[in-house]
Nanobody, 123 residues
Framework: VQLQASGGGLVQAGGSLRLSCAAS????????MGWFRQAPGKEREFVAGLSWSGGFSSYVDSVKGRFTISRNNAKDTWYLQMNRLEPEDTAVYYC?????????????????WGQGTQVTVSS
């Protein structure tokens, strides 16, 4: 399984970015897909998640109403649309997958990781 994250960059506070994660290597029909982030000196934090087969999305409280996770099964890709970005959102963002279709906020329960993409929000 390979995950390729992209879409990070530098944006002003209040702006938007869309992250993408392209997956390859096997069928993901029974996987749970997530986005995590890690700021300098902090532990990796769950941001959002969604099962590949559908169901409810899940978000950390600090991004609810601003971020949206979605997927395109035909392209084996999932996305994180980030709106109304804040300087506190600055971090390296990682996409991740776990091979059971159940939600988890624990990064240790994800076996597959993309390489990370930097998001920097200036004030």
């Amino acid at each position: 399984v390979q995950l390729q994250a992209s879409g990070g960059g530098l944006v002003q506070a209040g702006g938007s970015l869309r992250l993408s994660c392209a997956a390859s290597g096997r069928s993901f029909s029974n996987y749970y897909m997530g986005w995590f982030r890690q700021a300098p000196g902090k532990e990796r934090e769950f941001v959002a998640g969604l099962s590949w087969s559908g169901g409810f999305s899940s978000y950390v409280d600090s991004v609810k109403g601003r971020f949206t996770i979605s997927r395109n099964n035909a392209k084996d890709t999932w996305y994180l649309q980030m709106n109304r970005l804040e300087p506190e959102d600055t971090a390296v963002y990682y996409c991740a997958a776990r091979n059971v279709p159940f939600r988890s906020e624990n990064f240790r329960e994800y076996a597959y990781w993309g390489q990370g993409t930097q998001v920097t929000v200036s004030s």
